[in-house]
Nanobody
Framework: QVQLVESGGGLVQAGESLRLSCAASGSIVSIAVMGWYRQAPGKQRELVAGITSGGLRNYDDSVKGRFTISRDNAKNTAYLQMNSLKPEDTAAYYC???????????????WGKGTLVTVSS
């Protein structure tokens, strides 16, 4: 089975930084895309940033210049460095990955359980 486990959330003040990690484990053949989504109370889940296995990145406009996504393919781990945090960044952050597991010929979308980020003003 494949699992995604996030870590690194917490409570910070506006202007501070946090680094989230997402580790994929299990019977993994390959990971095409890893990404971070977030969901604030009463709002829909939205894409924050994504990165392909080749290193191509995309960001939501609201985080460009402040957040950086990276990944370590050898460790099947993705990171989200979040700088200059704002109160509006407060949300549950979820890791997402498109993974081909052992024994399958197609990719499946996997989600972590989320980590909470709270930014106080």
């Amino acid at each position: 089975q494949v699992q995604l486990v996030e870590s690194g959330g917490g409570l910070v003040q506006a202007g501070e930084s946090l680094r989230l990690s997402c580790a994929a484990s299990g019977s993994i053949v390959s990971i095409a895309v890893m990404g971070w989504y977030r969901q604030a109370p009463g709002k829909q889940r939205e894409l924050v940033a994504g990165i392909t296995s080749g290193g191509l990145r995309n960001y939501d406009d609201s985080v460009k210049g402040r957040f950086t996504i990276s990944r370590d393919n050898a460790k099947n781990t993705a990171y989200l460095q979040m700088n200059s945090l704002k109160p509006e960044d407060t949300a549950a952050y979820y890791c997402n990955a498109v993974i081909v597991a052992v024994g399958l010929s197609y990719a499946t979308n996997y989600w972590g359980k989320g980590t909470l980020v709270t930014v106080s003003s």
